[in-house]
């Protein structure tokens, strides 16, 4: 089964060039165009794609506004933004939104490929260069209030894997570092996705920012 998308940018070209691109795999199908982020938003309802790829400066709606009513509906499609350097001021708002992950309009074809795939399988993923630079905002911007507490009912096996989760680290990874099985690591980060109220691994790991538990050094 393919896994459908629709493309959200108001420049035609990119749009073009995103749709060759995926016209050229056999698992990947584009099923609609938008030009702005309020036609996103009306074809994620009406299309119901897998995944939107979400241009962040458009017109009528940006991509961030857009990304909020997309994910607000029942079963909403994930959501993966691009973002180009002058744009990092608003990683961090559009993944407070909701977005699964952040690509870069440089990035490798492949890459962008493959960062659809991963987005559309529940997974989350942000480029590197934007993830430092995202990292290096928060750490420069004064905090707005003090540190979060950490919510009753979380575990001190729980805030571990939090904190690995914060630091990147693939569920096999977490197993390894605290000697559970991969099934375990799995069940402890769903469990911190219900606790949490969080959508993906991506909140998780602003959570544990906001936390305290890990920081730019990690």
Avoid: C, W
């Amino acid at each position: 089964m393919s896994i459908t998308v629709v493309l959200a940018d108001d420049q035609p070209l990119i749009r073009s060039a995103l749709r060759i691109l995926i016209s050229d795999t056999g698992d990947l199908r584009v099923t609609g165009e938008a030009a702005t982020g309020a036609e996103a938003v009306r074809l994620a309802r009406e299309l119901r794609p897998d995944v939107v790829v979400m241009d962040i400066r458009m017109p009528v709606m940006d991509g961030i506004e857009a990304t909020r009513h997309i994910l607000a509906g029942p079963d909403p499609a994930r959501v993966l933004m691009l973002t180009t350097f002058d744009d990092d001021e608003y990683v961090y708002a559009a993944l407070r939104a909701g977005a699964s992950g952040f690509l870069v309009k440089d990035m490798a074809l492949d890459d962008i490929l493959a960062a659809v795939r991963v987005v559309a399988a529940g997974d989350a993923l942000i480029a590197p260069s934007v993830t430092r630079r995202l990292l290096e905002q928060l750490v420069e911007r004064p905090p707005a209030r003090a540190p979060r507490r950490t919510p009753e009912g979380i575990t001190d096996r729980e805030t571990e894997v939090l904190t690995l989760v914060g630091r990147g680290r693939s569920n096999a990874e977490i197993a390894a570092d605290l000697h559970i099985s991969p099934a375990t690591a799995k069940a402890h980060v769903a469990r911190l996705f219900t606790k949490l109220d969080a959508r993906d691994r991506v909140h998780l790991a602003i959570i544990a920012f906001e936390m305290g538990l890990v920081s730019v050094a990690d």
